[in-house]
């Protein structure tokens, strides 16, 4: 007789609007100690939304590897999750999309592109998109999926905003806010996620 598949444990449901908590408190605060030049603590670069980008993106990549340690995730999505993160926790803190959009035409005439300046980003997008279906298969709660979804809406906005031509400036001020947003929603789905039993 066989027996059937054993429900999946719960998901750890405070751990969502504890991270969306302490990252929103986060930004005000800053912004308060900003005041009233406010705006300086959200912009993408030097600011302590900046920061808190690449903390986030290192800690999802740590998460990913506490995951995969505890087979909450499949072995080559967790390998896959902590090299991007870390890739992304490197850029943002580096800048390198920035070093390649503003500087590449210096090395190949092909940056007189605007397409080929944007490749970078529009490539963390699409690898993103892609990323991200390959772990809604993994992720065993359909409101933890669901928070992996709204941080990929909400990072494909952040995208948007910085792309697009004609974005009002009061708006591409908190690009960079939208980015930490989306960082936080994912590692809300990832720290939801519970091990394996056995």
Do not use: N, Y
Request: with cysteine.
């Amino acid at each position: 007789m066989t027996l059937p598949p054993s429900p999946a444990p719960p998901p750890h449901a405070w751990v969502a609007p504890a991270v969306l908590a302490a990252v929103a408190g986060f930004l005000l605060l800053s912004a308060c100690l900003f005041a009233p030049s406010w705006e300086r603590a959200l912009r993408s670069d030097a600011s302590p939304a900046s920061w808190l980008s690449s903390a986030l993106l290192l800690t999802l990549g740590v998460t990913a590897l506490r995951l995969t340690a505890e087979r909450a995730l499949p072995r080559p999505l967790g390998i896959w999750l902590v090299l991007a993160f870390g890739a992304l926790a490197l850029d943002e803190q580096f800048m390198l999309h920035e070093l390649w959009k503003f500087r590449c035409i210096e090395w190949t005439t092909a940056c007189h592109s605007h397409w080929v300046r944007e490749a970078p980003m529009l490539a963390v997008g699409l690898v993103g998109a892609a990323t991200l279906a390959w772990l809604h298969r993994a992720l065993v709660h359909r409101s933890t999926q669901a928070l992996m979804w709204a941080g990929l809406l909400m990072g494909l906005w952040a995208i948007a905003v910085d792309q697009w031509p004609g974005v009002p400036p009061e708006l591409a001020t908190f690009e960079e806010v939208f980015e930490v947003l989306a960082e936080t929603l994912v590692l809300a789905a990832l720290l939801r996620q519970p091990a394996r039993a056995g």
